[in-house]
Structure formats: C-alpha cells, structure tokens
C-alpha cells in the first residue's frame, strides 16, 4: 500500500507543478507564494482518495488526476487562509514558514484566492468525462468546499475559539472543516468512475468515519506527538484554548474512539472486493500515523 | 434604458437573496456577513453586462440569471477582500462599514471565500443550458476571477502601492482587476445566447473598451467627486499613493482618453442591430455618472 500511495504522490506532485506552469499568472510574486505552498508536499491525501475511490469502483483512478489536482489546491488554500494572523495565527507547516510569514498577508489572502478559483479551471481540464457527469462533479465539490463545508466549518471553528463547546459541536466543526472535502474527494472518484448509488452511498459512509477518525488522530498527535514528526508546534490546541476530542474526554478515550471510527469506515467498505484494498489500508495507516 | 436596468437590478436582488436562501451556511454569524455584503445594494453591473449581452444576440438575457448572480457573489467577494486591512485598508464602502469593520478580519475572509465558492454552487443551479456550454462558462469564469485575470491584477496591483508605475503596468492592472470579470460577463452572456465567433469577437472587444473606460472614470470621480455621491473617501487614491489614469497624465486628458475609449466601445457594437442599444446606453452613462 505504501508503495502505490509514493506512486501515486509523485503522480500527483508532478500534476501539481505542470498544472501551475500552465496558469498564466499576472504577477510573479503571487505565482511564488502559490507554488511555495502548493509544491509544499504533505500527504497529498484528498488526490489519493478520490483515485482509490474511482479504483474502488472499478476504473483507474489515475485517468482522473485533474479533478484530483484541484482537491490538493483547494486544501492548499484553506491552510493558507487558516494559517493568517486573523485566523489561526500559525507560524509554522509542515516544517516551514508559513505563506503570510514569508510573502505578507496580503499576498497570502491572494495567493489562496486564487489557488481556490484554479480549481475550477484545473476540474475543467479534465479529458475523457462526459460534461454531464464534470457537471456534477464541480457541484460536489464547490458544496463541499464552500459555506456549507469546508469554509462553514472553519467559521464554526473561529466562533468557537476561546469558549467550551459540546461534543456535538466539534463534530460540526469537523465535518464542515476537513470531512466535507473527504467526503468529496471519495464520492467525486465514485461519480467519475460511474459508481451505482449503492457504491456511493458505501463510500460516502466510509469518508464519514474516516473523516472523524482522521480528526482524532490529529488531535491525538497535538498531544502526544513531536514537533518534529508533525512539522508544527505541538500543544498548540491547549495553547489556543481549543476543545478537541482529547480535551472534551481524555486521552485513552480519545484513542479508543479513534479505533472504534476507523473499524466502522472498514466495515462501510465491505461491498467492495480487492478494489477496496487500499482504502482498507488507508484507515489503520492513518490511525497509527506519527505525523 | 434607465428603466430597463432599474427592472433588471431588482430581478437580480431577488435573485441573489434567494441564492443565499438555498444556501446552507454551517456558521449564522458567516451568513450575516455573507448577506450584509451580497446584499447591500451596488450596479449589479456584471450581471447586467451578462444579461445584456445575450440580448444583444438575440436571446432573452434573463434566462441566465444564475450565471448573473454568480458573477456579482465573485465581484462581493472581491470587494471584501480589497477592503481588509492587509489589502486597501478600507473602512467605508457603498457609504456603509467594510465587512472586516463589522464583522471581523477573520470571519471577513471566510465570508470572501464562501461567496467566491458559492458562484461555482450557483453557476451550476443555471437551468435549460447544455451541459458543454455551462461547462464552457465556468471556464471563462473562473479563469477571470483567478490569478491570470482578476486575483493577478490584485496582486499587480498590492505590489504597486508606493511606487510610480509606468501607463503599461496601470493597464495590466485593471486589465486584470476589473477588465477580466468584465469580460467574463459578456462573453458570458455571449456564450450562453449562442453567439456566432464574430459576435463573440465583438462583444469581447466591446469588454476591453467598456472595462478601461469604467476604470478612468473610476480614478476621474476619485478626484472629482464628492464622498457622499460615491459613498466612500474621495481621494483615497492619493492618500494611498496609488497611480491612476489622471496621476499619470491630468485630469483633462484623463477624461479625453474616456471619452475617446467609450467611443471604441460603441464602436465595437456595429455589427449590432437595436438588440445592442443597451450596451450602447451603458457606456454614455457609466462614463457621464457621479457615482
């Protein structure tokens, strides 16, 4: 499984950096601060859902690698745009400075802007999909993306800075923060590979709890991990008064519910054949992850 | 031809709060900020640039109001984020508080990228179009509003503060800042109605004098203006060192080089019967208003 994923990464950076070549940008210093992010690596995890998901189904997901380039520009931006002094006030990713800490904030609301808005160019670059399902598949993702998803959640999430909220709210925050784009990572591989609903319906399940679980494990790791296997300040939850899942409960139940999680996206799976294998592999790599 | 765009303005106010409405927005504090920019009255000049240009080919532009509304959630979007203090600083806009001034810096951006994010939701709600075509549309929107169109000239701009630039430099600016989502909206418009390659030509050369013209005129009222007409500080330009068309030259050749460049832009319409008496109205009166 590691090894198709390292495939499939540098499938995806080279995608990245041949997607940004072809944008003709206005101002050279706006084209530095998006590829200074972009070409940051990570996990590049949103891409390789959604190809596993359209391998799930039975197709190559590799075929689809436009659509997947724009989920990895779209979750570019939201930690650009996260990491400003007016959001979450970070300083450091993955290991680096971040965005505005090295080209302003200025430039850094800009260079998200338009990492945002080169997703839809980039989804229109897509060959070989009829425009019908394209169609669909810019619906999925600009929900999901926007004020009912991702930006949602992440309004949810500066609301509740400072105060105790509920178990049920966090789940709010999540869900509208990282699992909506999951979400339309995995269904948008699905709908590209022409999925019936029923393998749909099973893997929208799946991002549902592989998205909490995945939330956990990064709540987890502000805890116990290093800062440098994660690439930033540990602590920094507890630093910035933000519940967590370890906050509201404890450690060993944050951990417990964390494998609960990932077992439940296991089972969602369970219509599918080897296909699925590398989603299977996904949840527990990601639950026993360092970083 | 006052008439007409009074009607058209309302049909696209109401158009936009119902947009909103079938919005789900996870976060009610982002709504609010949300609405009280989308909503807070302007031309409506992009949407009724779109809808004048189906016209003008021969279709009823009213047919397209979704793609409309989704042009002026980017033009709001845009707004807010100039107004941030990392961008304009503006404190006054349309004679009322900025977004970041009543809401916050944070929730200002999320509130920016939500409404930037939501075209794309919009473009898509757009009824009795061809999926090519749509998808065609969404194209040339995007691409305008991102870094080789809009965002580009932003950035063009923001690297220019303080500095004299030359009349070149000045033109890629707007170009970029205003000129692209100009010419997204009628090209649009264009697009949607069917146009043949010579209108489109037409109607895209008719953008370029259109968006140059509206931003001499832009940099004249600067100057000339009252504050209360135009609901914002006159002579922010100077106080913010910013180059503008009468800077560069005067303000007598200033308002020669509008008149001279409206005149191409009526020029650009020969091909035009009645259908395009509209379009032909709208340069007179954008360069001969006080607002």
């Given at each position: 499984m590691k090894e198709l994923w390292k495939k499939r990464r540098e499938l995806v950076e080279a995608a990245l950096a041949e997607e940004l070549a072809k944008t003709p940008v206005l101002d050279a210093t706006l084209r530095a601060s998006m590829e200074y992010s972009l070409m940051?690596?990570?996990?590049r995890l949103r891409p390789i859902l959604l190809m596993a998901a359209a391998d799930a189904v039975g197709?190559?997901?590799?075929?689809?690698l436009s659509v997947a380039c724009a989920l990895e520009t779209i979750h570019t931006y939201s930690l650009i745009h996260d990491d400003l002094p007016a959001m979450d006030?970070?300083?450091?990713r993955r290991g680096k400075a971040t965005n505005h800490v090295v080209y302003g904030d200025g430039i850094a609301i800009l260079a998200g802007d338009a990492l945002l808005t080169l997703a839809f160019t980039v989804i229109l670059?897509?060959?070989?999909?009829p425009a019908e399902t394209l169609l669909r598949v810019v619906d999925e993702i600009s929900r999901a993306a926007g004020a009912e998803g991702m930006v949602g959640g992440q309004a949810l999430d500066l609301e509740a800075e400072n105060r105790q909220i509920t178990m049920e709210e966090l789940r709010s925050v999540h869900r509208g923060k990282t699992g909506a784009l999951f979400c339309a990572a995995l269904r948008s591989g699905a709908i590209l590979a022409g999925a019936t609903e029923e393998q749909l319906a099973a893997l929208t399940s799946y991002a549902d709890h592989f998205g909490l679980a995945f939330q956990i494990t990064d709540d987890i790791l502000d805890v116990i991990g290093s800062a440098e296997e994660i690439g930033k300040p540990v602590g920094s939850d507890e630093k910035n008064n933000k519940s967590t899942y370890v906050s509201l409960t404890s450690l060993p139940e944050a951990q417990a519910l964390a494998r609960c999680t990932a077992e439940a996206a296991e089972e969602a799976?369970?219509?599918?054949?080897?296909?699925a294998d590398f989603l299977r592999g996904l949840v527990s790599y990601l639950v026993n992850r360092k970083q």
């Open positions: 940051a690596g990570g996990k197709a190559d997901g590799t075929k689809f006030d970070d300083a450091l670059r897509q060959k070989d999909v799976l369970s219509i599918f054949g080897a296909e």
